[in-house]
């Protein structure tokens, strides 16, 4: 399984922008997706999760009613919305899937990593 994110950049506060992550390879039994980020000199923070089967969806405060998780299943695509972004939001954002723990926050659950894609909110 390889993931590749892709969306990020530089933006100004108040913009949105989607991140998108594409799986390839293996891409059936997948149980949960989520997004994490990580700033300079910060551990690598949860910011969003989904079940695979969409029934479930956890965000973190921080990005609670801005962020949204989704996914494309015809095309292997997971994607984060970005609303209303913030320079707090200045990160590294890494998407992620796993086999069997589903939706959730725990970094250690998930299987399968994309490599980083800058955001940087600033004026």
């Known amino acids: 399984v390889q993931l590749q994110a892709s969306g990020g950049g530089l933006v100004q506060p108040g913009d949105s922008v989607t991140l998108s992550c594409l799986a390839s390879?293996?891409?059936?039994?997948?149980?949960?997706m989520a997004w994490f980020r990580q700033a300079p000199g910060k551990e690598r923070e949860f910011v969003a999760a989904r079940s695979w089967s969409g029934l479930s969806q956890y965000y973190s405060d921080s990005v609670r009613g801005r962020f949204v998780i989704s996914r494309d299943e015809a095309n292997n695509m997971v994607y984060l919305q970005m609303n209303n972004l913030k320079p707090d939001d200045t990160a590294a954002y890494y998407c992620?899937?796993?086999?069997?723990?589903?939706?959730?926050?725990?970094?250690?659950?998930?299987?399968?990593w994309g490599q980083g894609t800058q955001v940087t909110v600033s004026s």
């Open positions: 992620a899937v796993n086999t069997g723990a589903g939706a959730n926050w725990y970094r250690s659950t998930y299987d399968y």
């Open positions: 390879g293996r891409t059936t039994g997948f149980a949960g």
